[in-house]
């Protein structure tokens, strides 16, 4: 039998495959690339083109195998999405009055480690109105709070940091507030657990809303092209 053909006989289990490579796909893609973010929203598009390049046809089944295909590209692509997100550094920058801009980070950024790493560098810093800084770290159940920074200057800039001992961060999922002056510079992290974890507490909510999003755009490409099919039938008679 043709390979076609062979498709087309299976043609939910085509479609399914379709689908979930594209998601895979379109998820690291726009983790990398986040500026091409929007084009998330083509696949409930693209998955109409396999369904109608692979044969299957009918209302009842584009419904019922759709929905089924959807909501397995929401939960590849957020999967993708959160894999990436758990394994990258996530620097954050500001800029203030007077040419200070700070630069945070943590490192690592994800994993059971013994140590983290937060610091600070901020450029300018002797145009701030006064030289106290601090450091909030907290997850939902716990905070710590921190004055005692270590500092480097050199020239304009200053670098603060902090070392977090081991075992003084319980497992969890954090975000860290650097305040310096009247300022405050939030970033997250760190993720204080394992990626099984990360996935399983991140990607439902993402996924549920990728899932409304594909869902009602599904729906409303199954009917547009009932609709147009409907069309020529009348137009042929």
Same mark, same amino acid.
Request: charged share 10%.
């Given at each position: 039998?043709p390979?076609?053909?062979?498709?087309?006989?299976h043609?939910?289990?085509s479609?399914?495959?379709?689908? %979930?490579?594209l !998601?895979i796909l379109?998820g690291?893609?726009? +983790? &990398?690339?986040? #500026?091409?973010f929007?084009?998330?929203?083509?696949?409930?598009i693209v998955?109409?083109v396999?369904m109608?390049?692979?044969g299957l046809?009918?209302?009842?089944?584009?419904l019922?195998?759709?929905?089924v295909?959807?909501i397995?590209a929401a939960?590849?692509?957020?999967s993708?999405?959160?894999?990436?997100?758990?394994?990258?550094e996530h620097?954050?920058?500001?800029?203030?009055?007077?040419?200070?801009s700070?630069? %945070?980070?943590? !490192?690592p950024?994800?994993?059971?480690?013994? +140590? &983290?790493n937060? #610091?600070?560098?901020?450029?300018?810093?002797?145009?701030l109105?006064?030289?106290?800084?601090?450091?909030?770290i907290?997850?939902p159940t716990?905070?710590l709070?921190e004055?005692?920074?270590?500092?480097?200057?050199?020239?304009s800039?200053?670098?603060l940091y902090?070392?977090?001992?081991?075992?003084?961060?319980?497992?969890?999922?954090?975000?860290?507030?650097?305040?310096?002056?009247?300022y405050?510079?939030?970033?997250?992290?760190p993720i204080?657990t394992?990626l099984?974890?990360?996935?399983?507490?991140?990607?439902?909510?993402v996924s549920f809303?990728?899932?409304?999003?594909?869902?009602?755009?599904?729906?409303a490409?199954?009917f547009?092209?009932?609709?147009?099919d409907h069309?020529?039938?009348?137009n042929?008679?």
């Amino acid at each position: 039998m043709p390979f076609k053909e062979q498709v087309r006989k299976h043609n939910f289990a085509s479609t399914l495959l379709g689908g %979930a490579i594209l !998601s895979i796909l379109i998820g690291y893609l726009v +983790s &990398y690339v986040p #500026s091409l973010f929007l084009i998330v929203f083509l696949v409930p598009i693209v998955i109409l083109v396999l369904m109608h390049y692979f044969g299957l046809y009918g209302l009842r089944k584009r419904l019922l195998y759709g929905t089924v295909i959807v909501i397995l590209a929401a939960l590849l692509i957020s999967s993708a999405e959160s894999q990436v997100y758990y394994s990258s550094e996530h620097p954050i920058t500001a800029t203030y009055d007077n040419g200070i801009s700070a630069t %945070a980070t943590v !490192s690592p950024f994800s994993g059971i480690m013994p +140590s &983290y790493n937060f #610091s600070i560098t901020i450029v300018n810093y002797e145009h701030l109105s006064s030289q106290n800084f601090s450091l909030t770290i907290a997850s939902p159940t716990f905070t710590l709070n921190e004055t005692s920074l270590n500092s480097i200057a050199k020239g304009s800039d200053i670098t603060l940091y902090y070392d977090v001992p081991a075992g003084h961060l319980p497992l969890g999922i954090y975000n860290y507030s650097f305040h310096f002056a009247n300022y405050t510079l939030t970033g997250p992290g760190p993720i204080n657990t394992n990626l099984g974890t990360w996935i399983a507490d991140s990607v439902i909510s993402v996924s549920f809303l990728y899932f409304i999003y594909y869902e009602i755009i599904l729906l409303a490409g199954i009917f547009l092209m009932r609709s147009i099919d409907h069309s020529r039938s009348y137009n042929k008679k």
